[in-house]
């Protein structure tokens, strides 16, 4: 809150930790003397003070003790009749990971329908196709025609197959139980050093303070295997090299804002790779549903461990640049 000479009224503990001075060092000094334009400040203060305009926003620079300048949202408005004037700073940095995280949440909505419909309208014909080809054989007097009735029924069964994968996440219920999610990284562990007995390395940096918390045992498992054997996958050649780490970190997070919440506690879960990054071509899409960044890949395993997350309340974000790729999953702690 500042007063129309410009001078601090009020401020919240948050402005206190941003700028690392106390708020008692705060009240009473030109807000205008904390960002590194000062003038953009005192022009929006004048403006409100002349009625110019009902609310303002632009973004600026918070000087910081001891550390680069805060790139913040500001937002300038006022109480009636004008006496105290709210500006609001927002990090453009957390206002940057909301957008992501609303739109990781509108585009996993997004993949649920699509897959759900998609899967239905593929699923009738399917078992048409696959008994008219079976009666078509009956009646063949040819045995060498059943090479093409085959066919096509061994393609049917492969899509049947696909798209039974496509509805498994929700045609089984959520099977809720005390979680450790150190069992559930040594299970996958166990998993894939059987897949790569050689050539991988794979690292364990876990945080043991973590609590057990109510989740679904198997979905958890499937989801930290789908993505640690994408990245095994990935590793491809660094295995056959010798030189390919796997790294399953945990941590404990306090106090942190993500799908719109606050939680006290959270799960910061990482799974990460040496390996040679997620192409560019896909990056903005790895989540999509039938995006594979390798020939063969059904696509599919990224939008599960995605809609298992979620089912948990949680986020699962990627960082990848050549030579290391980061699956991050964020879920809430009791």
């Given at each position: 809150m500042v007063g129309t000479n410009g001078l601090v009224e009020f401020s919240n503990s948050a402005l206190e930790d941003a700028l690392g001075i106390s708020r008692r060092t705060i009240v009473g000094s030109a807000l205008a003397d904390t960002f590194t334009e000062p003038s953009l400040l005192q022009t929006a203060l004048h403006g409100v003070r002349d009625n110019a305009f009902a609310v303002l926003r632009y973004d600026a620079?918070?000087?910081?003790?001891?550390?680069?300048?805060?790139?913040?949202?500001?937002?300038?408005?006022w109480t009636e009749p004008v006496s105290d004037i709210i500006v609001e700073m927002i990090p453009l940095e957390q206002q940057t990971r909301q957008d992501r995280e609303e739109r990781l949440a509108e585009q996993a909505?997004?993949?649920?329908?699509?897959?759900?419909?998609?899967?239905?309208?593929?699923?009738?014909?399917?078992?048409?196709?696959?008994?008219?080809?079976?009666?078509?054989?009956?009646?063949?007097?040819?045995?060498?025609?059943?090479?093409?009735?085959?066919?096509?029924?061994h393609e049917a069964d492969r899509l049947q197959s696909l798209v039974d994968r496509l509805l498994a996440p929700h045609r089984r219920p959520h099977m809720v139980s005390d979680v450790n999610i150190h069992e559930v990284c040594e299970r996958v562990r166990s998993l894939i050093l059987a897949e790569f007995p050689k050539g991988l390395k794979v690292v364990r940096d876990y945080d043991t303070s973590i609590p057990e918390f109510r989740g679904d045992h198997e979905q958890l498992i499937q989801t930290v295997l789908n993505i640690a054997h994408n990245a095994c996958q990935a590793l491809v050649d660094r295995i056959q090299e010798g030189d390919a780490v796997l790294t399953f970190r945990t941590r404990v997070l306090r106090q942190i804002t993500f799908g719109k919440q606050r939680y006290r506690l959270a799960l910061e879960l990482h799974v990460i790779d040496n390996g040679p990054g997620v192409p560019d071509s896909i990056k903005d899409r790895i989540f999509y549903p039938l995006v594979s960044g390798r020939e063969g890949g059904s696509g599919l395993g990224l939008t599960l461990a995605q809609t298992f997350v979620q089912q948990h309340h949680g986020l699962i974000e990627v960082d990848s640049v050549p030579g290391r790729t980061d699956f991050k999953i964020l879920i809430p702690l009791p």
């Open positions: 620079f918070l000087k910081r003790m001891g550390t680069e300048p805060m790139p913040v949202h500001v937002i300038i408005s909505q997004t993949n649920k329908e699509l897959i759900r419909n998609l899967a239905h309208e593929i699923k009738n014909p399917l078992g048409g196709i696959r008994g008219a080809a079976q009666l078509l054989e009956m009646e063949m007097e040819s045995p060498d025609l059943n090479e093409y009735t085959q066919v096509i029924i």
